[in-house]
């Protein structure tokens, strides 16, 4: 008996000198942090001048508290006596995001659920005072904080700019926080939680890193990369149909299905919150509490000494309800996270693979300043052709298209067709094929996924291609096979086969190939998806298809940058409408291949100019010169970002302004008359976006700059007179 209480008070003696170490080791590592300082907000806005909104790590409240700020957001932890997220502060708006306190995330581990950190004592969950702090204690069934370090962001993979592209940064500048937990239930089992926040945008980033040094295997079945208590924008007794939410962006590179953010999203979930009993919802509904974790899974074994990294999650703070700042914001984070989307490469969608065809378009790319060659669907390529005859010639042209400056890819079409009943993906309700988001589709982790991916891989570096336009990629089938060597079952399918699409996005990124993937994949890799348009209207006649373009480019540059989407011209005839909706023969209908050029260039959105050539007379040739150069002319301001100032209607102007406070030229103006008669008004122009504060010399087709005074509103009244069925430009100074 006398033994057994010996075990014990050396058991509690171990324990108590582990924890003392602990503290004194997190206290001296606080210690060595600067201190937090508060100072007056900036009046300086981070949208037009980013620079000196720094993150950086500091103490506050004598060591208590760490403090992740960069100027413009903060993100609060409390570190004695308990470890807890309990403030995310838009430092601009002023506005607090956080009600309570919640866990770092949990782990469900061989079927047991533990948080990671977490805290016991909580009794209010509609909001939180400082002076509670000293009475909440550590949750001792969670991971256990035991230290911290900081460090600069690190890049997520490799990847270095080749093609035209602004300015920009890799990886992007700020700062890496870590939190290190352990698990005294499985001890050896530790937690990394990692944050990144950036410089210059309220931006911060989340994931965790799960490592076994256990010595034994265990099974990871799920996990929980965030919780937030975050306040609810609106009350309501009665539940509503539709709720507001948080005023912030969440989303997450475990994105696809989708050509945007919240349709691409599968991390994020705004979830009821049981615990919040205060609330006004007298059912207690509201959705208030953020979940960031993944649908399915990713039930992924961890042998002994191997590591699991967790979807990464996205947070963007806004500091108003206006939809155009709003629309900046997210397209600053798309800058920051996925700087090769800003390339942007002027191409044309060929639709045949006949040599002679090609060296005519090739030859034609470098007489117009065309850069790149995209061999289209119907073309007759087969990149899964793994035939060295094939793949030789395929080199060949190639080889000749890289020696006159141009680029060669192509198109692969992955899923939205059917392979057979063991290589197709198996639907979890019926146990057969069929069913899937694109009806049939087969499994990126059957035996054909892998050939398939090996195939791509083996073509591309053969071959020399430096495109790839990859359709029907993967939509997030989940898959009941059991017989797929790639996973085991439905828990596992989803996460494995969007692991093997994004780690094949991530090599082509380290091989400098452009990725053409309509969905969300950027934040993985791609470079452009679809600006967002109905196929089938480019089988309606030409002047409908200018019309709906412009509408296209107004509604598919809010949260994309210029760069970002494509667009498409049919040249030749594309799913029908016969020779009213044909450019071919292309000098018979040079006004409508002239609107199609001035305005997609005008927005600085590419398209598919798809057909087997650019030109087919001189005339032609000297009108695609004339819009190409005039963008590559233009090129840093057309690709900078748009305000939206009138959607086409076709009953008055529309047009729009790109700005870029960093250059010379801070605006370029496109405006549009759909009238068949001239017309005359004062628009009025914002230009606060541009950085302009007092004077804009503003020129019309870049000739005779005027001086306009700015109002207080940073405004200017434009005098313009557009012609009937024409578009006129102005530059910015």
């Known amino acids: 008996m006398k033994a057994l209480q010996g075990f014990f008070i050396c058991l509690i003696l171990i324990i108590s000198i582990n924890l003392t170490v602990k503290a004194q080791n997190l206290e001296k590592r ?13 009046d300086k806005d981070w949208l037009l001048n980013p620079a000196g909104y720094t993150a950086q790590v500091y103490q506050d409240n004598a060591g208590k508290e760490l403090v992740l700020s960069n100027g413009i957001i903060e993100r609060r932890f409390s570190m004695s006596p308990a470890f807890a997220c309990f403030s995310l502060k838009n430092l601009v708006s002023g506005e607090e995001m956080l009600r309570a306190a919640k866990p770092e995330g949990t782990l469900t581990i061989d079927g047991k659920e533990i948080p990671v950190g977490g805290i016991d004592g909580q009794f209010e969950y509609g909001y939180i005072q400082k002076d509670w702090l000293p009475g909440f204690k550590n949750d001792q069934k969670g991971f256990q904080l035991y230290d911290f370090s900081v460090s600069m962001i690190k890049a997520r993979f490799d990847w270095k700019p080749v093609r035209w592209i602004p300015d920009t940064e890799w990886p992007p500048k700020g700062k890496e926080l870590i939190f290190y937990f352990r698990s005294v239930e499985f001890t050896g089992m530790s937690v990394e939680v990692h944050y990144e926040l950036y410089d210059g945008i309220p931006l911060i980033s989340k994931w965790m890193i799960v490592k076994n040094t256990t010595g034994k295997p265990c099974t990871l079945n799920h996990f929980v990369n965030e919780y937030l208590a975050v306040v609810e924008p609106a009350a309501a007794v009665e539940t509503l149909g539709t709720w507001d939410f948080a005023n912030m962006l969440v989303c997450s590179d475990y994105a696809f299905g989708g050509m945007n953010t919240k349709s691409s999203n599968h991390a994020a979930q705004w979830l009821k919150d ?71 490469p002027i191409f044309l969608h060929l639709t045949s693979t006949d040599p002679e065809v090609m060296k005519t378009a090739i030859d034609q790319c470098v007489n117009t300043g065309f850069e790149m060659i995209i061999l289209s669907f119907g073309s007759g390529l087969n990149m899964e052709n793994s035939d060295t005859a094939y793949i030789r010639q395929m080199k060949n042209m190639s080889d000749y298209a890289r020696s006159k400056g141009i680029e060669l890819g192509g198109y692969s079409l992955l899923a939205s067709r059917r392979i057979n009943d063991e290589e197709d993906v198996i639907n979890p309700v019926t146990g057969k094929t069929g069913g899937s988001i694109f009806g049939n589709s087969p499994c990126l982790e059957s035996n054909w996924g892998k050939q398939y991916f090996d195939n791509l891989q083996n073509f591309i570096d053969k071959t020399g291609f430096s495109l790839l336009e990859h359709d029907g990629n993967y939509p997030g089938d989940p898959c009941a096979s059991v ?21 094949f996005y991530k090599w082509c990124r380290s091989k400098d190939v452009y990725l053409n993937v309509p969905d969300w994949y950027y934040i993985s890799g791609s470079n452009k998806t679809g600006i967002g348009y109905r196929e089938t209207n480019w089988s309606l006649p030409r002047d409908r298809q200018v019309m709906l373009g412009r509408q296209n480019l107004f509604d598919g540059t809010w949260e994309k940058t210029p760069s970002m989407g494509w667009t498409f011209v049919p040249l030749v005839e594309y799913q029908g409408g016969g020779a009213l909706a044909t450019l071919e023969p292309l000098k018979d209908h040079l006004p409508s291949y002239e609107a199609h050029l001035a305005q997609n260039f005008g927005a600085g959105v590419q398209a598919c100019y798809r057909g087997f050539r650019l030109y087919d007379s001189d005339e032609t040739r000297q009108l695609v010169v004339k819009w190409v150069s005039w963008y590559k002319k233009y090129r840093l301001i057309l690709n900078s970002d748009i305000i939206h100032l009138r959607r086409a209607d076709g009953r008055d102007w529309d047009g729009f302004l790109h700005v870029n406070p960093e250059l010379q030229q801070k605006g370029m103006l496109m405006l549009f008359n759909p009238l068949n008669q001239p017309i005359e008004h004062n628009i009025r122009i914002p230009l606060y976006y541009t950085g302009i504060d007092s004077n804009a010399k503003i020129s019309e087709s870049g000739e005779n700059p005027i001086l306009y005074k700015l109002n207080e509103k940073k405004e200017v009244l434009l005098r313009v007179n557009i012609p009937a069925n024409k578009f006129i430009w102005f530059e910015i100074e």
């Open 483 to 503: 017989t797929h060597p790639g996973h085991k079952g439905l828990a596992d399918s989803q996460w494995n086969q969007w692991k093997e699409i994004t780690d």
């Open 30 to 42: 606080l210690n060595s942090l600067p201190c937090y300082s508060r100072t007056e907000i900036s």
């Open 274 to 344: 049981s615990l919040y009993t205060s609330q006004v919802d007298y059912g207690m509904n509201t959705p208030c509490l953020l979940k960031c974790s993944v649908p399915y899974g990713p039930e992924q074994e961890l042998n002994a000494g191997e590591t699991f990294e967790s979807t990464r999650v996205y947070e963007l703070l806004f500091d108003n309800d206006d939809h155009e700042r709003k629309g900046l914001a997210v397209r600053k984070m798309y800058r920051k996270l996925a700087p090769w989307a800003l390339e942007n």
